[in-house]
């Protein structure tokens, strides 16, 4: 069994990146963010004011998070709904970095995270998975690509929140911050293709002893 961390930036292409490469693997793909922004959504929804850390913690305490696979991807329900279609809503986008910024919000959903190695091949994907959710994997890369890349990116997906704002917000939070751990492998995206990056992901893994058969 193994897990293969990747981090990195938004819109720096960790998310394709991260799913043809479980697809190759034949491995379960974890999107972290996604269970941040379900929160995020749940926590709105509830009509919690974002400045109420101790409530926003307690109340994403209580919430019933059940995971199923299908098709090799993980599908969340929140209390028995489906968030995803609520995930990329523009309250979301302006409001997940601060939610997921919470100590108790991180505790309930690392806690969770780790879970999902039990028994089974990964590659998760998202901020912190080298440096705090999985730091003993030997398996860790951090996607990045430059800011003006990664804004063409977001625009192109139709999301309007500010790449910088993000940036500095996840990159200076008290609580496990957006930073490359001293053991990864960096891959700047900017100029390579997507066969390109989970080419160089999968060489390194064959450095690192991986036997990987495509």
Not at 30 to 54: C, H, I, K
Not at 170 to 178: E, I, Q
Request: proline fraction near 4%; glycine fraction near 8%.
């Amino acid at each position: 069994m193994f897990v293969i961390a990747i981090d990195g930036p938004a819109a720096s292409g960790k998310s394709s990146v991260s799913r043809t490469l479980a697809r190759k693997l034949r491995c379960r793909y974890v999107n972290s963010g996604a269970f941040y922004r379900a929160v995020t959504w749940a926590v709105l929804d509830a009509g919690l004011p974002l400045d109420e850390e101790a409530a926003i913690s307690a109340f994403v305490e209580n919430i019933d998070i059940q995971c199923r696979l299908e098709a090799g991807e993980t599908i969340l329900l929140l209390n028995g709904t489906n968030p995803e279609p609520y995930l990329r809503d523009s309250r979301v986008n302006s409001s997940v970095s601060r939610v997921s910024s919470y100590p108790g919000v991180r505790h309930v959903l690392t806690k969770l995270l780790r879970a999902m190695a039990d028994g089974e091949s990964l590659v998760m994907e998202g901020r912190d998975i080298g440096s705090i959710v999985f730091p003993d994997t030997p398996y860790k890369f951090y996607i990045d690509a430059s800011e003006q890349v990664r804004a063409s990116r977001r625009a192109a997906q139709g999301e309007t929140d500010s790449i910088a704002r993000r940036d500095a917000f996840d990159s200076t939070r008290k609580n496990a911050p957006l930073i490359i751990s001293e053991d990864a492998h960096v891959v700047d995206s900017s100029h390579l293709t997507l066969e390109g990056v989970v080419g160089e992901i999968i060489g390194r893994l064959r450095l690192k002893g991986m036997d990987v058969t495509l």
